[in-house]
Every structure is written in C-alpha cells, then in structure tokens.
C-alpha cells in the first residue's frame, strides 16, 4: 500500500505561480512512477507530469517550460512547481504512484486561475 497527501492548491491570478506537494508513505521504495493528474470542471482527469525512477521527465505539451515536476528522495515527496498560471489551468490535481502494476491515488487539491 502507498498513501498520498498533496498539498499547496489555492487560487492564484493569472502569471502567478504555486508549488504542489505530494508526501508519499508505506512502500515507497516500490514505486516506479511518480506524477500529477489534473481534472477540470466537466473533463476527464489528464496527465500533467510524470518523473520515473532514475528521474526521467515527462510532460503534457501543454504544461511544457511553465511546469517542473521534481522529488525529494529524503522527504518522500514529490513536487509540482507551476510558473506562469493561465486561467485553463485551473483543476483539482491528483499526485499519482505506479507499484508493479497498481495505481495509487491523493485526494486531489484545487488550483483555481483567475484571469
């Protein structure tokens, strides 16, 4: 079992920036893959950003240059630092983790983008 926690959502103008936390526990040593999710009102839930043991990147061509995701191997933490907000970015974002063929889920926290 993995557990998830995000934190750090909240409402921001447009331009500005947030930093997302997701705090992982129980067999952390077993996942493979780290990422964020987001969904926007009315929409299904999309990948934003992935980083894989070995710290390989990816990322949704619409997050690219504005988006880091990074981790924190002595915190168990992985973190999403979004730059240059735009009102289309405004969802609840879901940390995510990868054990063997399992998929583990956060609660999700609201970003919210005032243009």
């Known amino acids: 079992q993995v557990q998830l926690v995000e934190s750090g959502g909240g409402l921001v103008q447009a331009g500005g920036s947030l930093r997302l936390s997701c705090a992982a526990s129980g067999r952390i040593l077993s996942i493979n893959v780290m990422g964020w999710y987001r969904q926007a009102p009315g929409k299904g839930r999309d990948l934003v950003a992935i980083?894989?043991?070995?710290?390989?990147?990816n990322y949704a061509n619409s997050v690219k240059g504005r988006f880091t995701i990074s981790r924190d191997n002595a915190k168990n933490t992985v973190y999403l630092q979004m730059n240059s907000l735009k009102p289309e970015d405004t969802a609840v974002y879901y940390c995510?983790?990868?054990?063997?063929?399992?998929?583990?889920w956060g609660q999700g926290t609201r970003v919210d983008v005032s243009s």
């Open positions: 995510n983790a990868i054990v063997g063929n399992l998929a583990y």
């Open positions: 980083i894989i043991r070995g710290n390989s990147t």
